[in-house]
């Protein structure tokens, strides 16, 4: 039948969820799915997607000028998607509904040095629980390439699909230039939620995102699915643009396509050497990728997503949904009493590496290059351990 993705014994309960979505627009972490649908994994995990193809991120910096630096950053970002959107299809048999984390909650890890790198570590916050927002910064010392960024979405229904905007942007920055810092504003794509119906949830990415560099580099990257310019699902052209004042624009435009679950191609770069980053694809993310490490969960702080979570993660895994489910409840009411005591004390939680601040100075500038959308109602930057102030 349409729906064999979903257990007989869970049908009734995955339509009354379908129906709750369809009939709802907002937050989607706080309805009750059943157990087929949930992911052992909670959101705070999800940063560390930026940083599976390490070589890529850190050798950001070794870019030549300006314009090869803008083309590996996009090309670094293209080479993301597939495991930010694709991976709990691979893992799971479809996408799954993660966990909704606590306000407060960490989840550290790394991607150790070696002979062509040096070493990428992550810190992630919850800063926020409704709605959710996820905080994060990774880093690398040796390349003077950080990203931080924050994380949020709105969803609604349309037509069968679950249709979530991301809210929120990252600010990747490389530091120690011979001409100081150069900042680069990514935007994220909107995500479609298709096969609902089926029990079998999978994303498309639609519209356009962008990555505006505060020396005028500018690229946006266009998504289209199955039956758009090439009836393959997971389909992207990106454009490079160079600042408007350079010399010889036409020249020095870049134009990128392909699929970005697999490989994607040059089909235009004048002006530039393709060679200097070495592959005759643009990118190509059929090969291994490289999971983050992370501490045991014995030697992780309480705040710690996967010891946090660990007695719900275990029971999700064993298909002891009872014992989920009772744990999970632990969780929430814990953080019920802590809001009710910190409302009592007349106190506010206090973050511990993020700062939530009233206006972004960056943000409104590079938007405004591009013609971008207003500001996001809110910002968050990283204030913990080697936070830099150059
Ligand atoms: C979080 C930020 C990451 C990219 C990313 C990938 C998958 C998205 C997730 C973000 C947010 C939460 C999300 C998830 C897919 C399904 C899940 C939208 C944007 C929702 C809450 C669960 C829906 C329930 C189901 C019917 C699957 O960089």
């Not at 389909?235 to 870049?254: G, R, V």
Request: include cysteine; glycine fraction near 8%; proline fraction near 7%.
């Amino acid at each position: 039948t349409e729906d064999a993705a979903v257990p007989p014994a869970q049908k009734s309960s995955w339509t009354s969820f379908v129906k709750q979505v369809a009939s709802f627009s907002g937050d989607l972490s706080s309805l009750t799915a059943p157990p087929f649908i949930l992911s052992p994994v909670s959101l705070t995990e999800f940063p560390a997607y930026w940083g599976e193809r390490p070589e890529l991120f850190s050798s950001i910096s070794d870019g030549v000028d300006e314009e090869d630096r803008s083309v590996r950053v996009l090309k670094w970002f293209i080479a993301t998607l597939k495991g930010q959107y694709t991976s709990r299809n691979e893992k799971m048999g479809s996408e799954k509904k993660p966990l909704n984390p606590v306000l407060g909650e960490l989840f550290f890890g790394e991607w150790p040095e070696t002979s062509t790198r040096g070493k990428t570590s992550l810190t992630v916050e919850q800063v926020s629980h409704h709605p959710p927002v996820t905080a994060y910064r990774m880093y690398n010392a040796k390349a003077g390439v950080e990203l931080v960024g924050f994380s949020g979405q709105k969803t609604s229904f349309s037509s069968g699909s679950i249709i979530v905007k991301q809210t929120g942007h990252a600010v990747l920055t490389i530091h120690g230039l011979p001409e100081g810092k150069e900042q680069y504003l990514i935007t994220l794509p909107r995500l479609r939620i298709d096969g609902i119906w089926y029990g079998s949830p999978y994303i498309e990415l639609s519209d356009s995102s962008f990555i505006q560099c505060d020396n005028g580099w500018f690229s946006s990257i266009e998504y289209k699915g199955k039956g758009y310019f090439s009836g393959k699902p997971h389909t992207f052209k990106a454009t490079l643009l160079p600042p408007e004042n350079h010399p010889q624009p036409s020249e020095h435009t870049h134009i990128m396509e392909g699929t970005w679950h697999e490989t994607s191609t040059y089909s235009k770069t004048s002006g530039f050497q393709p060679e200097l980053i070495g592959t005759p694809y643009f990118t190509d993310v059929r090969g291994p990728k490289e999971e983050i490490s992370v501490k045991p969960e014995s030697e992780q702080g309480e705040w710690e997503s996967r010891r946090l979570w660990k007695k719900v993660a275990d029971g999700i895994k064993n298909g002891d949904y009872d014992v989920a489910s009772r744990e999970k409840t632990k969780i929430e009411n814990s953080q019920r009493q802590m809001r009710k005591d910190e409302i009592a004390a007349g106190t506010r939680w206090e973050l511990k590496y993020f700062e939530k601040i009233p206006e972004d100075e960056l943000y409104e500038r590079l938007a405004a290059m591009y013609d971008g959308q207003p500001p996001t109602e809110e910002m968050y930057i990283y204030k913990g351990p080697d936070a830099l102030k150059d």
